[in-house]
């Protein structure tokens, strides 16, 4: 009596379900060909209600920002005295640097290393004095042994907005090779590569490739284009790129496809 319950219970636990469409098939079938019917349709129900749930798939990881170390930054006070040092009024900032321009002083290239500061002082006379400026135009200045001095001030880590390149002076950073770099003159590698390490720190704050586009919007018609024109420029570009002008010069200029590729590689691209 007890096998015969429990071989019931466990007939019960078997039993399936069978949609009213298939008993309605059934009553229409004879019967060998109900039993298969029967049999196909539970088989069919036993392997959906058993069927494996998918894991959910795993989200992706955002990418990680392509920045490059912060190379060293000779500050203001190396070149600019209390008795060289004009009154001028607070910086001005944007909220990020996209682009760089590259300039060239167009002084003297026969120079000791050592007279770099004098050099960038004697630049910043004649910007805030014969020009009227309020402070010096470029944010960075690169000698030819490759060392790089902090030239506007503001901060070398911020967005600060220079007076290097008319009509482009928002959202972007002036480095000035100083010599003068026409056609023909020699470029030392020392003053690309620190050029490079410069710029593939400065863009790589707000994760630009050097060798990417920027979308710059001109404030000045006295550019290569008119007041509020959107313009896409390389973003590490040449002064003449948005203004009219030969600087840097064709030498330093030939130079720039080499430096953005640098640029890029210290970023990691």
């Given at each position: 009596m007890r096998v015969l319950r429990r071989t019931?219970?466990?007939?019960?636990?078997?039993?399936?379900?069978?949609?009213?469409?298939?008993?309605v098939l059934l009553a229409c079938l004879p019967g060998l060909a109900a039993v298969l019917v029967l049999a196909l349709c539970a088989n069919g129900i036993g392997r959906r209600a058993t069927a494996a749930v998918r894991p959910p798939v795993a989200t992706r990881p955002a990418a990680a920002p392509h920045t490059a170390a912060k190379p060293h930054i000779v500050p203001r006070s190396a070149w600019l005295d209390a008795l060289s040092r004009h009154a001028q009024p607070p910086p001005r900032y944007d909220d990020k640097v996209v682009a760089v321009f590259v300039h060239h002083t167009d002084?003297?290239?026969?120079?000791?290393?050592?007279d770099a500061p004098r050099i960038i002082r004697y630049l910043y006379a004649g910007q805030t004095g014969v020009r009227d400026w309020d402070d010096i135009g470029y944010n960075f200045l690169v000698d030819h042994c490759g060392t790089i001095y902090e030239g506007r001030a503001g901060g070398v880590d911020r967005a600060v907005t220079g007076a290097h390149t008319q009509g482009f002076n928002h959202r972007t950073a002036g480095i000035a090779a100083i010599g003068t770099f026409t056609s023909g003159m020699a470029v030392?590698?020392?003053?690309t590569e620190a050029i490079a390490a410069?710029?593939?720190?400065?863009?790589?704050?707000?994760d630009v490739d050097p060798r990417g586009k920027a979308?710059?919007?001109s404030s000045n018609s006295l550019s290569r284009y008119t007041s509020g024109t959107t313009a896409v420029l390389p973003a590490l570009a040449g002064h003449r790129d948005g203004y009219m002008t030969s600087c840097p010069g064709a030498a330093l200029s030939a130079r720039l496809p080499e430096v953005r590729e640098v640029a890029a590689r210290l970023q990691g691209r």
């Open positions: 019931l219970g466990a007939r019960r636990r078997r039993r399936v379900r069978i949609p009213r469409s298939a008993l002084s003297p290239n026969g120079y000791d290393c050592a030392p590698r020392a003053m410069l710029a593939a720190w400065k863009l790589g704050l707000a979308r710059l919007v």
